[in-house]
């Protein structure tokens, strides 16, 4: 199940995070509008592998403002400070462009996915 760790608004600043993770990958929804264009959003299903020794964990650490390590708030953190596609946003679904899409396709999307609706608006 997905929790949400971003706006209550999914679509204005939207963080899902799979509780259900291992104690290493983190898998993430994401969603940012573009602020130049009405009904355009960047969505995607990320994994972040916390362990990758590609990542510059004292940067993300530091870019975030972290004290001591936390698997979720550092898979967020890097998916702020890395782009998206390092985490597979490519492949969520062949059947959408990532970078352009709009809110009924990102409800599409999301109608499959089992997510908690604690402190998060309606969304599908």
């Known amino acids: 199940m997905y929790i949400n ?5 999914f679509f204005e600043h939207g963080i899902l995070v799979d509780n259900e993770h291992s104690d290493s ?3 993430l929804i994401r969603c ?3 602020a130049d264009e009405d009904d355009l959003y960047q969505c995607a299903r990320l994994e972040v592998d916390v362990n990758d020794q590609w990542m510059d964990r004292e940067a993300v650490m ?3 403002g972290m004290t001591e390590f936390d698997p979720v708030e550092f898979a967020i953190a ?3 400070y890395y782009p998206w596609d390092e985490f597979g946003a490519w492949s969520y679904n062949a059947a ?7 809110k009924a396709e990102i409800k599409r999307m999301l109608k499959g996915e089992l997510i908690a609706s604690d402190n998060l608006g309606p969304i599908v």
Do not use: H, K, L, Q
């Open 5 to 9: 760790y971003g706006d209550r608004d």
């Open 25 to 27: 990958v983190i898998s």
């Open 32 to 34: 940012e509008p573009y």
């Open 62 to 64: 530091d870019y975030a």
């Open 78 to 80: 890097a998916s702020d």
């Open 96 to 102: 959408y462009n990532w970078m352009r899409m709009t």
